[in-house]
């Protein structure tokens, strides 16, 4: 029996954002969706300007199948085996628009419904505390807005309507510190 050839591996450019920085680094493998599906919170960097940049860069380059070599890139690894026998895993990856009802930190008293991106990333969000309307802000409010891993089945369980974030956006108040 001939067995058919490993397919090509060529090198991308990964990020895992972690909001006040991130870490790069250069992976060989068949394609950027064998990498989001080997590692958690990770994202294939594709616009050019980024890539030509990161070229003058000093960055690790790892094969996809030694990325033990790397803590940060292992841990990632091994999160994402964790995640992908749970119920939800990957239900929200590949949507052009995701919405969820999250909680709010621990001893908050309120709620967030967020609008994410297709990239995992807040785009408007309307924060609920007690009987009121809600404020609403956008992603012009937000300095720091690091992805959310679509994949995570834990997001699966936060799913809400579009139509149920709608109407809340509009009963919203604008923050009353934007003064954009």
């Known amino acids: 029996m001939i067995e058919s050839p490993e397919p090509a591996k060529s090198r991308h450019l990964v990020l895992h954002d972690y909001g006040m920085g991130g870490l790069w680094w250069w992976i060989r493998a068949a394609s950027a969706q064998q990498i989001v599906d080997t590692c958690a919170e990770v994202e294939v960097v594709t616009d050019p300007e980024t890539v030509a940049r990161a070229e003058t860069w000093s960055l690790d380059e790892l094969d996809i199948d030694a990325l033990s070599a790397d803590p940060a890139l292992a841990a990632l690894r091994d999160k994402r085996d ?67 891993d679509l994949y995570d089945p834990q997001y699966a369980a936060m799913e809400i309507d579009a139509s149920a974030f709608e109407d809340a956006w509009d009963r919203a108040l604008p923050d009353p510190g934007d003064h954009s």
């Open 82 to 148: 964790g995640h992908r026998h749970r119920p939800g895993f990957g239900a929200l990856a590949g949507r052009d628009r995701v919405h969820l009802d999250m909680p709010g930190e621990d001893g908050e008293d309120s709620r967030y419904l967020v609008e994410f991106g297709p990239d995992g990333r807040w785009l408007r969000q309307v924060e609920l505390t007690g009987d009121g309307p809600g404020i609403r802000t956008d992603s012009a409010n937000w300095p720091i807005n690091p992805p959310i």
